[in-house]
């Protein structure tokens, strides 16, 4: 059984197909450029030969037709026909309080997703692009929607509401959310696996570390606490977003540079983080170098982002009342074994003793602590898309 998956942005498309008898990604590929002069389409088989496909990608129904050709293409397609594809997942960013699971997509989600929009607008409204063009493309094949948000449904009131008035709750929706849920959902159970423990007996903390970064703490496979917040902003400091600041700083920026709404919002989300401390960018590659290069920002950056993660962890110990291990994942996570040393460093209260040999890993599954240490550190590479397939697997059987 083969599962196509389907992860929409406003100008962008990502897509795997997924034989969910080897959990192997037999194609993939990316559509960047949707709706704007130079649109393409980079299409990979399962040996990682590329083909790049040139094309005028008007929409997503448009880029969807592209990528259902390039996968049966007799000179680099990946399928022979497309009946082989029995089910499609879609990656959806907010479910709100709707979805606190994966769903089948009938007419009922599709108007529910669309109530959704509110709270995530920049990201929802692809989504359903894509959901819709799927339809129109592949008719009575069965879609799922599996969204970042529905992990986090199991935290309690006294996690989700902020300290605002209850109103707003109710009125507008204004809670915690979190996000990145199919990432520390895959991680966890991944993790009690490498640990050979159940995971309904694990407490464990989570740290997706990439462009965007969240950290989550999941006590007996729940997500219980989390990093972000009503959107995706909050937390940690990010490549490029602020994470938590104290709320007065919007105000007062706001006041002082004459911003609008329009403008702070894209100034907190693609101005802040990692790159408005280092001055150098937004990636954590070219901050590390900048900082072995002696760049004093570069290296506050990292300070800052490494000091963030420890005090997250911190928290998030004295949350869960305990920590069997600690997990990282994402970009960062995955491939930075520097980072994960300093955000380690003074962890040893809690049990975390780092093996230096071990931890020069990179994106491998691997136990990097010492045999004695009483908290684990894992390496965990993240896999959204296998995630997507096996949830969307299970619930078209
Ligand atoms: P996203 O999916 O949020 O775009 P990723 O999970 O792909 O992000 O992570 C991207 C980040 O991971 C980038 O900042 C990149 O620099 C960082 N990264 C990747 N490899 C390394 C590495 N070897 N050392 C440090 N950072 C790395």
């Known amino acids: 059984m083969k599962i196509l998956v389907i992860n929409c942005g406003s100008s962008s498309l990502k897509y795997q197909v997924i034989d969910m008898a080897t ?23 399962g040996f990682g030969d590329k083909e790049v496909i040139t094309a005028e990608i008007t929409n997503h129904t448009v880029a969807i037709k592209l990528v259902l050709e390039a996968l049966v293409s ?10 082989e594809i029995c089910g499609i997942g879609h990656r959806v960013v907010h479910g709100g309080e709707k979805f606190s699971k994966s769903v089948v997509i009938d007419e009922g989600v599709m108007k529910a997703l669309k109530e959704c929009v509110e ?3 920049l990201h929802n409204p692809p989504n359903i692009a894509g959901i819709m063009a799927c339809q129109k493309m592949m008719p009575g094949v069965p879609q ?38 199919t990432s520390h959902k895959y991680v966890s159970q991944r993790a009690a696996v490498l640990l050979q423990k159940p995971l309904s007996d694990l407490k464990l903390i989570s740290c997706h570390l990439g462009n ?70 937004s990636d954590f590659r070219d901050i590390e170098v900048a900082a072995e290069q002696g760049h004093e920002r570069a290296r506050l950056a990292l300070d800052i982002f490494e000091h963030d993660v420890r005090q997250f962890i911190g ?52 136990d990097v602590s010492k045999p004695n240490a009483r908290c684990r550190t894992l390496v965990i590479p993240t896999n959204e898309e296998l995630m997507i ?9």
């Open 23 to 45: 959990k192997n990604a037999i194609g993939k590929g990316l559509v960047e450029r949707i709706g704007l002069p130079g649109s393409v389409l980079t299409h990979r088989n």
């Open 74 to 83: 007799p000179i680099y397609g990946v399928l022979k026909d497309l009946k």
């Open 119 to 121: 709270l995530a607008p």
């Open 144 to 181: 799922v929607a599996v969204f970042d948000t529905a992990f986090h449904q199991t935290m309690r009131p006294n996690s989700y509401i902020y300290g605002l008035p209850y109103d707003y709750y109710k009125k507008y929706g204004i809670r915690k959310y979190g996000f990145h849920g």
């Open 212 to 281: 965007g970064a969240s950290i989550c703490a999941i006590r007996g496979g729940k997500s219980i606490e989390t990093s972000m917040g009503f959107t995706p902003l909050d937390g940690l400091m990010m490549g490029t977003r602020s994470g938590a600041l104290d709320p007065a700083i919007v105000t007062y920026i706001m006041c002082r540079e004459n911003f609008t709404v329009d403008q702070m919002n894209d100034f907190l989300n693609t101005k802040c983080g990692a790159l408005g401390v280092s001055g150098v960018s």
């Open 315 to 366: 928290a998030y110990a004295a949350v869960l009342g305990g920590v069997d291990a600690i997990i990282f994942t994402a970009g960062v996570g995955e491939n930075s074994g520097p980072m994960r040393e300093a955000i380690c460093k003074n962890l040893d209260y809690i049990g975390v003793d780092l093996d230096a040999e071990k931890n020069k890993v990179r994106s491998e599954e691997v």
């Open 389 to 397: 397939a096996l949830e969307t697997h299970e619930l078209i059987q």
